[in-house]
Nanobody, 130 residues
């Protein structure tokens, strides 16, 4: 059974950094990508970043590109994926979710689209104050 547990959320001041963690267990060969999404109240879910546990390749959404880094620690029974977010802004306030799927996404028409993952964690709240 695939299990995803997020941690590291909380209240942080604008301009500071935060590192979110996703503990992923039960992954099979059908889940080789770990993704981060977020959803703010009244807004659509947004893909942020993804890392392939197969080859370590990464992808980022426009809203976090250049100020976030996704990385992973692949242990025997559990994979932990980190999302380091810097220069946080109040607009970054949202519930952050990690998710798992076979691939990160697809390229279409010159743009990258994150997949709609099969497995999701419960989410962790991030609140950025002025």
């Amino acid at each position: 059974e695939v299990k995803l547990v997020e941690s590291g959320g909380g209240l942080v001041q604008a301009g500071r950094s935060l590192r979110l963690s996703c503990a992923a267990s039960g992954l099979t060969s059908d889940e080789q990508a770990i993704l981060w999404f977020r959803q703010a109240p009244g807004k659509e879910r947004e893909g942020l970043a993804c890392i392939s546990t197969f080859d370590g390749s990464t992808a980022y959404g426009d809203s976090v590109k250049g100020r976030s880094t996704i990385s992973s620690d692949n242990a025997k029974t559990q994979t932990t994926v980190f999302l380091q977010m810097n220069s946080l802004k109040p607009d970054d306030t949202a519930v952050y979710y990690c998710a798992a799927d076979l691939i990160c996404g697809t390229n279409h028409g010159g743009s990258f689209y994150f997949v709609d993952p099969d497995y999701w964690g419960q989410g962790t709240q991030v609140t950025v104050s002025l």
